[in-house]
């Protein structure tokens, strides 16, 4: 019986130049981290559903691929990379050095709606610092950001914003319950625009004069961070201390990581983030010619992140408290790679072999074997065919040069080698000399 | 509500220093692939039940992680990285070209009663060309396997069979609706031993003298295999065509292998590898100095593969038939580095960075960003903390130098470097010279 060969909806292949160019990406995140003295960690696919889970997160629960397996089990598929971090150091508590640095890289699932940009499984590339509340470790992680996106020639700016300020402000404004529905409101800024975020405020119970007061925290945003933070002081005069406090901290956490290297900084209070989740600073990384594609790196503190999962005696030596980290979007920053046509991530061409009909395999692959030491990618042809289907293969392959092996080179001694770009051929008296050239020219 | 972070049985974590070598060692096989001129792709983990479970598979359908989600879909999480290649050859047959050489790499998942050195969730790496019945593909699998070995230093030799000989030798014994019983009692070799093998065999309804016939061909074990084809070809006189031609077949292959440089070649036709699946070649490929970890590396030719997909545009063009591939045992080779105390896959030593407690994490950073630059992987110790404390962290974390940044060498301007190997310490004038020491000793 034949079966259709499709793909779930929201689920989807790549095709090999798009999975090389995400292999490629990859890579330079993980030198980017390694350089930072990071450490990668793996954690498996499917995790106990309770794991998962956690009390309040009913809209997480939703998304949840879940089910019993064979063993009665009721199990999930990690919906992403951070619930599975904290439950992974308070397993491997006692291997562990706190603080501890490292980065993990793989495919989460949520079964949400599927819309363009939006699949239910998706790579994460996250970056994180558990067990230290020190400003040193929120700065890294913008560093890195701001490091890695510069890294792959992708202009960007960093917003940076605070739970600690916002919370404490809109402490001064109204209620401790309101925090998380006005937090609400504000998370939607990108969606329904200042206007709408005004009109739920209000209706949420704030005053004309409330929802004035909040905006001039939101607006202030200027390009240059210190001032941005000297107006955000003037308003915390006399307001309150941890909202000073946090202030003061966003300015060590800044000026550590642009002395660090990061590079365009700016604040922006109305970034959020998310609910119930962040405890500190926030961030969000934009292509600046590409802002519609929205966040392409975000993050920041969240210093309960264990609480969960944490038992008496860790808890009583409180190393794992303090956590920053962050994740790159894999799949948006490869679609501004595209849009920027970039050829940072292309794949390297490869030697094309085209063999003369009556020219040994034996002798193709030792030549090739030889070609490889010497550090060429080449590409045999295995089928006997004509040199102009060979030819034909190697151009849509998208190779740069073709080795021709054809019978009187074999006989004569010499290699032809064709450059596909410029159409030069010539005749070459060594494979290293071969491999010099096409070194040469990758 | 305390959760406790256990993970599902067969599933697991991986500590970063088992993490960072498997990392480091899926990228040597990445560097081999490429150098053939292989491309990655990817599938998704989630696939349409229908679309992993073949017809006659119980035995894999009932290993199958499958559930309905919440579309009420049957879907199962793939077990093997060849039915997913099945199906994405033919769902994108127009846009590739064959023949198509690729590789994958990615987790599957066994519902199999979990043991030691086999878990329920592990990671494949596959190497496949699509679209090619020549023996230069089937040479390519063979050579890709042993550089990829020789590469990360695993003595090994490749023990190879073929389908099509022993299904056309046991023909010649017995009726061909015996082959599978008979290929089923050949695949126990490793489990039952010869014995063993001899008495199923008997079961089966072998007389003496035809399990003694058999066991010429199996017996045939010479370390010099173009003596061990000829010996087979002494076998095949006068017995079937379809024998003769296996055997000079194997001959074509193995000669282009050695050729392009595969290593260790021997002929065992005990070799079967399962059952159905395959139609030509198979190899196993075993580490010498550890042959009780089994195979560590094998595949063969499977030219039925998309069968189950492929739609009459397709077969009528037959463009996508004739497949050979392979896979690395990926936890089985880590656990022969393991053994062998290899130190290839080592996490390379991180500079340490130890600061007094009066100086600033921003004078910190962009020292550390600079020796970045330069080309070290810096960890900074993001808290404050007594030398004493911060000496012991970079000890535990396997650093091999620390640089100190104390009051004194701030305000003398200078840099004391630590090798933690030798206990030498000594005062630098440059972050450029610390990295130069630093790089030469990695």
Same mark, same amino acid.
């Given at each position: ?8 909806a ?7 130049w798009e ?8 890579l ?19 995790e ?15 998304q ?7 063993g ?7 919906f992403d ?15 562990l ?28 590339c ?5 067990g ?20 792959i020639?992708?202009a ?18 109204q ?7 006005i +937090? ?6 990108? &969606? !329904?625009g200042e #206007? @709408?975020?005004? %009109? ?6 704030l005053?004309?004069?409330e ?9 202030i945003?200027?390009?240059?961070w ?34 660090g ?6 604040i922006?209070?109305?970034?959020v983030?998310?609910l ?20 392409i ?7 309960? +992140?264990?609480d969960?999962?944490?038992?008496? &005696? !860790?808890?009583? #030596? @409180?190393?794992i %408290? ?14 501004v ?17 085209v ?9 193709a692959?030792s ?6 030491e ?8 295995p ?14 392959a998208?190779?740069r040069f ?11 001694g010499?290699?032809?080698l064709k450059?596909?770009k ?5 005749k ?15």
């Amino acid at each position: 019986m034949k079966v259709e060969p499709k793909t779930l909806a929201g689920f989807t292949d790549l095709l090999p130049w798009e999975a090389s160019k995400k292999e490629k990406l990859l890579l330079i995140f993980r030198d980017v981290f390694k350089s930072f003295g990071f450490v990668p960690i793996e954690t498996p696919h499917l995790e106990y559903l309770d794991i998962l889970v956690g009390d309040k997160e009913e809209e997480i629960n939703k998304q949840i691929y879940s089910f019993k397996d064979k063993g009665e089990r009721l199990v999930g598929l990690r919906f992403d990379l951070t619930v599975p971090l904290s439950r992974y150091v308070v397993a491997h508590y006692a291997e562990l050095s706190f603080p501890f640095k490292r980065y993990a890289i793989g495919n989460v699932f949520r079964g949400e709606k599927p819309q363009k940009g939006r699949l239910r499984e998706f790579t994460q590339c996250d970056f994180d610092i558990i067990g230290s509340f020190s400003p040193s470790a929120d700065a890294e992680i913008l560093e890195i950001a701001s490091k890695a996106l510069t890294k792959i020639g992708i202009a960007h700016k960093i917003k940076v914003s605070s739970r600690e300020v916002m919370n404490s402000y809109i402490n001064t404004i109204q209620g401790e319950d309101k925090i998380e529905v006005i +937090l609400r409101a504000l998370d939607k800024f990108d &969606k !329904i625009g200042e #206007e @709408g975020v005004k %009109k739920e405020l209000k209706k949420i119970g704030l005053s004309e004069s409330e929802v004035k007061e909040l905006f001039v925290l939101i607006s202030i945003k200027d390009s240059n961070w210190r001032n941005a933070l000297e107006q955000a002081e003037e308003l915390a005069k006399g307001r309150s201390q941890v909202f000073t406090a946090g202030i003061k901290r966003l300015y060590d956490i800044l000026e550590i990581a642009e002395s660090g290297g990061a590079k365009n900084l700016s604040i922006d209070f109305s970034i959020v983030r998310g609910l119930g989740y962040y405890t500190g600073f926030v961030f969000e990384a934009l292509a600046v010619d590409y802002p519609d594609i929205g966040s392409i790196c975000g993050g920041g503190r969240y210093d309960n +992140l264990t609480d969960r999962f944490s038992t008496g &005696k !860790i808890e009583k #030596e @409180g190393k794992i %408290k303090g956590a920053v980290g962050a994740a790159f979007g894999v799949d948006r920053i490869l679609s501004v790679l595209k849009e920027q046509e970039s050829q940072l991530l292309d794949s390297l061409p490869s030697l094309f072999m085209v063999l003369g009909e009556e020219v040994s395999f034996t002798l193709a692959h030792s030549v090739a074997a030889r070609a490889r030491e010497l550090g060429a990618a080449v590409y045999i042809y295995p089928e006997r065919a004509s040199f102009k289907k060979q030819f034909k293969f190697a151009d849509k392959a998208g190779a740069r040069f073709v080795l021709i092996l054809g019978e009187e080179e074999v006989s004569a001694g010499f290699y032809t080698l064709k450059d596909l770009k410029t159409g030069e051929q010539k005749k070459v008296g060594s494979i290293e000399e071969v491999v010099n050239i096409y070194r040469k020219n990758l």
